[in-house]
């Protein structure tokens, strides 16, 4: 039995399922998770001592790759000089600074610990601003695991096929009201019958948690004008596409200023952090300077600070084009190699995330992406973890790709893809 086997084993005692995140568990591509022991560069090494060309990269943080020399550095240099004050530190301010330069259209930002925490946080600003309680997300995006946000939600609730979910009373998400993603007209509808009752539409600006699917040509415009015809925020969720799509984020690249934005995990260089940010009307409403209540013990925490500093800093020297570049060759040779096997894929990228769909496209929403075979991406992934290469154990995720990714590891992922067969 391997070590991470054993590992697993022993886990599925102590700790639900064995995991810590439900997706880790890897149950809908049927075989065990492995247990990182380590991340350097584009590559994790598992506790047997086998390393992998990683896809995931913590599920997205990790653009600068595992253990960047700039940022380790930052984070040792901040560990020596405390973990946690529960007060303010200068490295807030610093922080807050470089991400309102990145990202167009914010005033203030607010640092909490986690994506989720950021967008329960902006739902409630939302509707403290408004007046209103009611707002709209879509089919198979995912906003985190608070309560209202878990109505056909994606991520690990669409992996797990989980149906509606259980522990959420109905009450609570009585007021969510759900439109397939890019399907403006739904949403149209949904203004039309409770217009003065919405609060905010939260939306992925390119959503990456039912695989990566693309906004069609007008659909954010779309958004944007109902907004504003009808007062209600609109809200992008970049916890995914936040310094991944662009520098500034899916909003530089769409050109569409939101309202409200939730960022994750990247702008602390993968330390736990999250963050909501927006137009200085309504970040002002936030307690103490207004009276909409948030608060955490750590947010702003030195370490997830420092991290971020160091991030960002690296950021604004990287050439997003040249990676762009780099990934739209590698989606092409693998468009290439399946359709040389007669294999049905969709392939759809941005920036550095692509996601590979077993099935005709085009792929325009959840219930499209519900049609690919999941099982066919379940042997596909343990062939290509057979041949070390780490994807995402799951079929409705995004692959990532860092600016430390090289030809060669590239190569090698053509050559595992290319052996496979059914």
């Known amino acids: 039995m391997s070590h991470s086997s054993t590992l697993f084993a022993e886990a599925s005692t102590i700790i639900p399922g064995g995991v810590n995140s439900p997706v880790r568990a890897c149950a809908s591509v049927h075989c065990e998770p492995l247990f990182i022991a380590k991340g350097q560069g584009a590559y994790v090494t598992c506790a047997d001592g086998n390393t992998y060309i990683d896809y995931v990269q913590s599920w997205g943080p990790m653009i600068l790759g595992h253990a960047h020399p700039k940022v380790s550095a930052a984070l040792h240099h901040a560990v020596d000089n405390g973990t946690s004050f529960g007060a303010p530190c200068e490295a807030e301010v610093t922080l807050a600074k470089a991400v309102l330069a990145a990202m167009p259209g914010m005033d203030m930002v607010r640092m909490v610990n986690s994506g989720t925490e950021a967008t329960m946080s902006a739902l409630r600003l939302a509707r403290g601003v408004t007046k209103r309680n009611k707002f709209v997300k879509f089919e198979g995006c995912y906003h985190g695991h608070a309560d209202s946000f878990l109505a056909a939600a994606g991520s690990g609730v669409a992996t797990l096929s989980i149906p509606g979910t259980p522990g959420v009373p109905d009450n609570v998400v009585a007021d969510t009201l759900l439109a397939p993603y890019n399907d403006l007209e739904a949403v149209k509808a949904l203004f039309a019958a409770h217009g003065k009752d919405i609060a905010a539409v939260f939306v992925e600006p390119a959503a990456a948690n039912m695989g990566l699917?693309?906004?069609?040509?007008?659909?954010?415009?779309?958004?944007?004008?109902?907004?504003?015809?009808?007062?209600?925020?609109?809200?992008?969720?970049?916890?995914?596409?936040?310094?991944?799509?662009?520098?500034?984020?899916?909003?530089?690249?769409?050109?569409?200023?939101?309202?409200?934005?939730?960022?994750?995990?990247?702008?602390?260089?993968?330390?736990?952090?999250?963050?909501?940010?927006?137009?200085?009307?309504?970040?002002?409403?936030?307690?103490?300077?207004?009276?909409?209540?948030?608060?955490?013990t750590l947010s702003g925490n030195p370490l997830a600070m420092a991290a971020g500093i160091a991030t960002l800093q690296e950021l604004n020297k990287a050439d997003y084009t040249a990676l762009e570049h780099k990934v739209e060759g590698l989606c092409q040779e693998l468009e290439n190699i399946f359709a040389s096997k007669n294999m049905p894929v969709t392939i759809t990228r941005l920036a550095s995330m692509f996601t590979i769909f077993f099935g005709q496209g085009p792929i325009h929403n959840f219930g499209d992406a519900k049609k690919c075979s999941t099982e066919r991406y379940a042997r596909f992934f343990k062939h290509m973890r057979a041949q070390g290469i780490y994807l995402a154990p799951s079929a409705f995720e995004t692959a990532m790709v860092s600016f430390v990714h090289s030809d060669d590891d590239f190569k090698k992922t053509l050559v595992a893809a290319a052996s496979f067969t059914e």
């Open 213 to 296: 699917v693309l906004p069609l040509p007008g659909f954010l415009e779309g958004l944007r004008a109902l907004c504003d015809t009808h007062g209600s925020l609109l809200v992008f969720d970049e916890v995914i596409t936040g310094f991944r799509a662009a520098l500034g984020g899916a909003q530089q690249r769409f050109g569409i200023t939101p309202d409200l934005t939730t960022m994750g995990k990247i702008i602390g260089g993968g330390l736990p952090v999250g963050a909501y940010a927006g137009k200085r009307q309504y970040m002002s409403h936030i307690a103490p300077s207004g009276g909409v209540y948030q608060a955490g």
